[in-house]
T-cell receptor
């Protein structure tokens, strides 16, 4: 059973701090990794994806991937109250035509 | 570009009935995936359609089925509804970079 694990939280950080969200996956053959944000009552929206080991930056967001450790993370710099949401890690498993497997999400709360 | 649309947004059904949900993907996207989201289980993959063919299938009973039309629009059907089928059903269309974009979802309540 291919799995994606996330700490459910809630993770609470003060406004302006760095929020660090972590995810591990079981399928060593996974090639694509995605982070989604889901506000309460809304559908998930794609924040960013990463394919290669290392860091990928997009504005205040940085995704980090370590395939050897089967670990992917998302850093949010200068966290804002509007970043308060559930963050979902998704892993594309089964090759280029495989499906996305989602973690259950980490709830982030940014306190003013 | 218009996003993914889903209809209806809300549905109330009783046990034993069947339901059909509809999804229109982003223009040009040929892949449509369906997910069930519940508080306890999170987002669970139902199936994916690509060019009118089911390409992947999750671990759901045969009561859950789907199809895709030549214009890439997709429908999913749930027959003999059970209380446990109450959930948010999400459709996502995928581009050539494997990025999936979700629609607003259909909230199904089974009484």
């Amino acid at each position: 059973q291919k799995e994606v694990e996330q700490n459910s939280g809630p993770l609470s950080v003060p406004e302006g701090a760095i929020a660090s969200l972590n995810c591990t996956y079981s399928d060593r053959g996974s090639q694509s990794f995605f982070w989604y944000r889901q506000y309460s009552g809304k559908s998930p929206e794609l924040i960013m994806f990463i394919y290669s080991n290392g860091d990928k930056e997009d504005g205040r967001f940085t995704a980090q991937l370590n395939k050897a450790s089967q670990y992917v993370s998302l850093l949010i710099r200068d966290s804002q109250p509007s970043d308060s949401a559930t963050y979902l890690c998704a892993v594309k498993s089964g090759g280029s035509q495989g499906n996305l497997i989602f973690g259950k999400g980490t709830k982030l709360s940014v306190k003013p | 570009k218009a996003g993914v649309t889903q209809t209806p947004r809300y549905l109330i059904k009783t046990r034993g009935q069947q339901v059909t949900l509809s999804c229109s993907p982003i223009s040009g996207h040929r892949s449509v995936s369906w997910y069930q989201q519940t508080p306890g289980q999170g987002l669970q993959f139902l199936f994916e359609y690509f060019s009118e063919t089911q390409r992947n299938k999750g671990n759901f009973p045969g009561r859950f089925s789907g199809r895709q039309f030549s214009n890439s629009r997709s429908e999913m059907n749930v027959s003999t509804l059970e209380l446990g089928d109450s959930a948010l059903y999400l459709c996502a269309s995928m581009n050539s970079y494997n990025e999936q974009f979700f629609g607003p979802g259909t909230r199904l309540t089974v009484l």
